[in-house]
């Protein structure tokens, strides 16, 4: 049971960048969720998807400007992030759900509730 993010780079303020997460050993779980990390800071949450029903939720720091999307035949998730700010610089996660989903965001947002984790994957905004 494996996650592969990859995607990330640096890119210059307002410029975009995809990631990938990629499940291997087992389909994408109830719901797979991206959460990113600064230097200095607390893990934060970005943004999850049901991986049933497509349901997607997003940080107030990212709406309107990331998306996340899932291809269940390629077992992939991506995030489109455009219009990136300094701000954003981080490594970034994703994770799964792959044993007990609740819809509910505050169980979304916390990263206890994910059974799997891949590598991360840097991002950095500068110019």
């Known amino acids: 049971v494996q996650l592969q993010a990859s995607g990330g780079g640096l890119v210059q303020p307002g410029g975009s960048l995809r990631l990938s997460c990629a499940s291997s050993g087992f389909t994408l779980g109830y719901a797979i969720g991206w959460f990113r990390q600064a230097p200095g800071k607390e893990r934060e949450w970005v943004s999850s998807i049901s991986t049933t029903d497509g349901l997607t939720y997003y940080a107030d720091s990212v709406k309107g400007r990331f998306t996340i999307s899932r291809d269940n035949a390629k077992n992939t998730v991506y995030l489109q992030m455009n219009a990136l700010k300094a701000e954003d610089t981080a490594v970034y996660y994703c994770?799964?759900?792959?044993?007990?989903?609740?819809?509910?965001?505050?169980?979304?947002?916390?990263?206890?509730?994910?059974?799997?984790w891949g590598q991360g994957t840097q991002v950095t905004v500068s110019s």
């Open positions: 994770a799964a759900i792959v044993y007990n989903f609740n819809s509910n965001l505050a169980y979304l947002k916390d990263p206890t509730s994910y059974d799997f």
